[in-house]
């Protein structure tokens, strides 16, 4: 029987490893490496040191030339006290095997990472059965690498099998697997979207960004009702819609998953059921962490990933969260306040122009011009419903 075990525990001590490819700056790298030490200490690891190496295309074997091995091998020897050993790109079966017989310790890759973090947050049995499927398509191509002792042929008395070595063997199990669960969630989006059916004719609204951007904080403050926000990647899993009523105008707000760079396929695949609160939706309000230094490409992944999902047209308004944040870490004391009002303003000017007007700057936690932005939300509701439901004026106004 195949076992699917949470890769890290608490305070387990982890090396990053990053590539920089042709296309790809050390900077740029060394951003991504930021980004997978959060995702590290979200599930529960401590970064002790990062290896890069520059290569035109990954080693096919051990992804890393072998140099470089050598020297992440004499560290770990040196150190003494590292546990595992955690790749920014997604590594096939065979260089998983393949460096972990190079540097003797535990070894996985992004893909990995978020999978056991996605495995951790799973409360609800959509939730479960998402990462279950995810986790199995996950391990389905590396049973190779992952099971030396799978391509012994069975032999001797009492041995002779059905004809099947025994890799054939747990690929059929887990493409069973896989199929089993494949028809549990539909099973569940059938009911999911049963409920949504009920709902009724309201104009539904989900909250989209990349993952920690403060879209938990914002369903909060709009809805008035208690959810989970925290600084870690993924708090929010299962999506969470309430009903919402600005003046005399209801509508439904969903909270989603957040996005993320390099995020596994098979996670996009098999929480299309959740995201179909993004799909479904008729406006979607994107919430972009202004105060991060990378938050334009974080804005681009989420774009990118609404794209794929059939829902890059939909009217968006761009809500540009942490507005105190970003005064902090971008505004020395001693700048004089005409001149930060003046670069305030070249950068609203900036996204204004480029969102065609459908922006708002705001700070959830401060509260700062959070009327604004539920006045720009109850515009945009009210015309939908004009435009959706011109019989139901008394939700014009």
């Keep these: 029987m195949i076992e699917k075990k949470a890769h890290i525990q608490k305070e387990e001590r982890a090396i990053l490893v990053g590539m920089v490819k042709k296309d790809e700056t050390e900077q740029q790298v060394q951003e991504y490496l930021d980004e997978l030490q959060f995702l590290a200490e979200t599930a529960g690891a401590v970064t002790i040191k990062r290896f890069t190496q520059k290569m035109q295309r990954p080693d096919s074997k051990t992804f890393l030339g072998k140099g470089k091995l050598e020297e992440i091998k004499d560290y770990i020897i040196k150190r003494g006290d590292i546990d595992l050993v955690i790749f920014d790109d997604e590594l096939t079966g065979a260089q998983i095997i393949n460096i972990e017989n190079a540097i003797k310790k535990k070894t996985i890759d992004r893909s990995d990472l978020i999978l056991d973090i996605f495995a951790s947050r799973a409360q609800t049995a959509q939730a479960k059965t998402q990462v279950e499927l995810a986790q199995y398509q996950y391990i389905l191509p590396r049973l190779r690498g992952m099971w030396k002792h799978l391509e012994r042929q069975g032999g001797g008395v009492g041995t002779r099998g059905p004809g099947e070595t025994e890799i054939e063997t747990d690929r059929r199990l887990v493409k069973d697997k896989i199929s089993l669960l494949r028809k549990r969630l539909a099973e569940i989006d059938k009911q999911a979207f049963t409920q949504r059916k009920e709902r009724g004719e309201f104009i539904r609204v989900a909250l989209v960004g990349y993952t920690n951007v403060g879209k938990s904080t914002l369903m909060t403050l709009l809805s008035k009702s208690e959810v989970l926000a925290e600084n870690k990647l993924f708090a929010t899993l299962d999506t969470t819609t309430r009903k919402v009523v600005l003046g005399q105008t209801p509508f439904l707000l969903s909270d989603t998953v957040g996005f993320i760079r390099k995020l596994p396929h098979h996670l996009v695949e098999s929480f299309k059921s959740t995201l179909d609160e993004v799909r479904e939706a008729d406006i979607l309000i994107h919430v972009v962490d202004i105060s991060h230094p990378q938050y334009e490409e974080q804005l681009q992944v989420v774009n990118k990933t609404l794209a794929e999902l059939g829902a890059g047209e939909k009217p968006t308004i761009t809500v540009f ?73 008394e939700y014009f106004y």
């Design 321 to 393: 969260n942490k507005l105190d944040q970003y005064e902090q870490v971008t505004f020395d004391e001693w700048l004089e306040e005409d001149v930060k009002q003046d670069i305030l303003r070249e950068l609203k000017s900036r996204w204004v122009e480029e969102t065609k007007g459908n922006c708002v700057f705001i700070s959830a936690t401060q509260r700062t011009n959070v009327d604004t932005l539920r006045q720009t939300i109850l515009n945009n509701v009210r015309e939908m419903y004009r435009v959706r439901y011109p019989y139901k004026s």
